[in-house]
């Protein structure tokens, strides 16, 4: 097999992979998909890494007077972003939950840009999760917010849930439920 | 003066901030009400199914908490201010925020959550506020946050 094709090999992988995660976390949970978040970028397999987009629209603004955003939907699109990242880097579905999270609010977004969220997770233990992430306007080196999150993960619970995500594909998202 | 300004003015008027929730994009598109009682602002946020975040358990999404808590929190500052306010302009409009902390203490269950917020410490420049999301009980919270704002 050529490089080339290798390559294109690899491209329609991720494609893929980025498909079914997008359809799992992006549309299938109802909040993230009335919020019009998509799965843009994933990790490889295994890496705790995902690019979301929150796209402008008015619905979402905060201060009528200047067009800017709510904060609500920043908070909720980064604990998204930091829940798919920690769900992504579990070896088996498992339910997690956000037991709290961290913003810091930069700078003010510009009205009528759409926004990234970019979040790793940066550590998994048996039962809790550490992820971070940014949230910008196209330049990643200028975010808007900064995010810090731990969530729990129902390991010994996990298995008849675990069933049952399986079936319904994607009801895995954060429900921020505490232990 | 903004369609808001004029909806602060007579929210300020009538001493009832009822008038504010529907006056903001976000707050409306959400479902969420402000009200008084007695003198504390409550916000309702009226469950539908987009703020679903896990359906095998029926869940509310954490965001859709962390959003109430911060929409409660600015208007409790805001309805603080415009209480404070002898004119109604510009000045006002919404408080800047500066850091939230969401602590998730519940599942949040599929109905109606309110939440109020308590402002802790007010400087002239930043206001900290703690804020509770509760369902059935005010007692038994499902969520509360902290946050820092920027006022004036």
């Given amino acids: 097999m050529s490089k080339g094709a290798k390559a294109d090999d690899a491209a329609a992988e991720k494609a893929a992979r980025l498909e079914r995660i997008d359809a799992a976390f992006a549309r299938a949970i109802p909040y993230n998909a009335w919020l019009g978040l998509r799965a843009v970028d994933v990790g490889a397999k295994g890496e705790g890494r995902i690019v979301l987009t929150l796209p402008f629209r008015a619905e979402l603004v905060g201060n009528p007077i200047s067009g800017v955003l709510h904060g609500g939907p920043i908070t909720a699109a980064m604990d998204a972003a930091c829940g798919a990242s920690v769900f992504l880097a579990l070896r088996e579905p498992q339910r997690i939950a956000t037991l709290d999270l961290r913003v810091d609010y930069l700078r003010g977004a510009a009205p009528g840009v759409d926004l990234f969220c970019r979040a790793e997770c940066v550590r998994i233990t048996k039962q809790v999760a550490f992820a971070r992430g940014t949230m910008d306007q196209g330049d990643a080196d200028e975010p808007l917010a900064v995010v810090a999150a731990t969530f729990m993960v129902f390991r010994d619970q996990g298995s008849v849930l675990a069933e049952g995500l399986k079936e319904s594909k994607g009801g895995a998202g954060s429900d921020g439920g505490g232990a | ?152």
């Fill in chain 2, 1 to 152: 003066m903004s369609d808001f300004l004029a909806v602060l003015a007579e929210a300020k008027r009538q001493s009832d901030p009822s008038g504010i929730a529907p006056a903001v994009p976000y707050l409306h598109a959400m479902g969420i009400e402000t009200r008084l009682e007695g003198d504390v602002l409550v916000c309702t946020m009226r469950f539908s199914e987009p703020l679903i975040g896990n359906f095998a358990i029926r869940a509310l999404h954490g965001g859709t908490l962390g959003a109430l808590l911060e929409s409660a929190a600015a208007t409790t500052l805001l309805w603080r201010e415009l209480l404070a306010a002898e004119v109604v302009d510009e000045r006002l409009a919404m408080p800047r925020i500066v850091s939230l902390t969401v602590d998730y203490l519940r599942t949040g269950r599929a109905v109606d959550t309110h939440a109020r917020a308590f402002i802790t410490s007010a400087g002239r420049r930043v206001a900290r506020i703690r804020a509770e999301a509760w369902q059935d009980d005010p007692e038994r919270p499902v969520a509360a946050a902290q946050a820092s704002f920027l006022v004036g």
